[in-house]
């Protein structure tokens, strides 16, 4: 079986399925793929330009849910994906709204401005990143710490692709400058500082913040 990844390594969504599909032992090829200016062609292997994108054997996957979700079949050990109902569907709603409605925030408002517009050559919009700081981001902060109180994972008893969304998406707020309050939140701050020990994330969080220091001095 022959798989390549298509993506960029900042991109948490791409950080996200490289690091499930280090869990379940799964080998691949990166290929590098800058999403503001992808390759003559790319359509064919993700029709809305997005990253990440799966290829296995000259078949093409795009979007990180779908590439997880053909991991756990192929592969479905460790399962990342809880056999229960009830818990399949809490897993699946949690991925979804870290991927959408965090990724908005965090990402798409924080570190895009903070990092991305500097890696760009252009002006970050600090306004927007307070805006996001002050009045978008708490109420979704509120929501997984008191989904997470009393508990280690968001759902069931074991980790599952919500987790690794969600601390995925924090990899990115970090790289923002930013941090979790444990005073605020402390059980998703708990959450992410375990999540983010875990070998697979430990690993490229060092190899990123190296290569943002480096290139925004």
């Known amino acids: 079986m022959s798989i390549k990844l ?10 996200k399925t ?32 997005r990253i990440p994108a799966l290829e296995v054997d000259g078949q093409f996957l795009a979007d990180s ?11 479905p050990q460790p399962a990342l994906y ?23 925030r965090c ?4 570190f895009r401005n903070r990092v991305v517009m500097r890696l760009l050559g252009k002006e970050c919009d600090e306004d927007k990143v307070q805006h996001a700081l002050t009045t978008t981001i708490p109420p979704l902060f509120a929501y997984l710490d008191k989904a997470l109180d009393g508990r280690e994972f968001l759902v069931g008893n074991s980790m599952t692709i919500a987790d690794i969304a969600l601390a995925s ?9 930013e941090t979790i309050d444990p005073a605020s939140y402390p059980n998703l701050a708990a959450h992410t500082e375990r999540m983010h020990a875990l070998a697979p994330f430990a690993q490229t969080i060092e190899k990123e913040s190296g290569f943002i220091q480096k290139v925004m001095g």
């Not at 990402?107 to 924080?110: D, G, R």
């Not at 998406?169 to 400058?177: D, E, K, M, T």
Request: glycine content about 6%.
């Open 6 to 15: 298509y993506g960029a390594a900042l991109s948490p969504f791409v950080r």
């Open 169 to 177: 998406q924090l990899v990115n707020f970090r790289h923002g400058g």
């Open 107 to 110: 990402t798409f408002a924080v």
């Open 65 to 75: 849910a779908a590439i997880c979700a053909w991991m756990e079949k192929t592969h």
């Open 18 to 49: 490289r690091v499930a599909l280090a869990l379940k032992g799964i080998e691949f090829e990166s290929v590098h793929v800058d999403p503001n200016n992808p390759p003559e062609g790319y359509e064919k292997i993700s029709p809305m330009k």
């Open 82 to 104: 809880p056999s229960d109902a009830m818990e399949m569907g809490q897993t699946i709603w949690f991925e979804r709204f870290v991927d959408y409605d965090l990724a908005m």
